[in-house]
């Protein structure tokens, strides 16, 4: 059974720091990259960043890069975001993500994504 679970979520001010993680199971964790989309009340769904875990290759949302940082532990199936400097815009449920390592290529998009975890809330307060 393929799992992903979210955890670090929560409330915390403008300017502060979170770190998500996503652990990953019931399939071939080197073969995929792992990602975190989010979704804000009233708004789209959006990709904020992605890893592949075959090669290490990252992709950044623009209005993240330079705050947040994802990393892989490929020992522990576990995916990292670290969020710095949050800001109010910030706040939504994040969910993590996987598809083949190839999808990567194109940048973050819902197309051709395989699995979906259940979401944690971060809220940032202003």
């Known amino acids: 059974e393929v799992q992903l679970v979210e955890s670090g979520g929560g409330l915390v001010q403008a300017g502060g720091s979170l770190r998500l993680s996503c652990s990953a199971s019931g399939f071939i964790f080197d073969d995929y990259a792992i990602g975190w989309f989010r979704q804000a009340p009233g708004k789209e769904r959006e990709g904020v960043s992605a890893?592949?875990?075959?090669?290490?290759?990252?992709v950044y949302k623009d209005s993240v890069k330079g705050r947040f940082t994802i990393s892989s532990d490929n020992a522990k199936n576990t995916v990292y975001l670290q969020m710095n400097s949050l800001k109010a815009e910030d706040t939504a449920v994040y969910y993590c993500v996987a598809a083949p390592s190839p999808w990567i290529i194109a940048g973050l998009r819902e197309d051709g994504l395989q699995y979906w975890g259940q979401g944690t809330q971060v809220t940032v307060s202003s």
């Open positions: 890893i592949s875990n075959s090669d290490g290759s990252t």
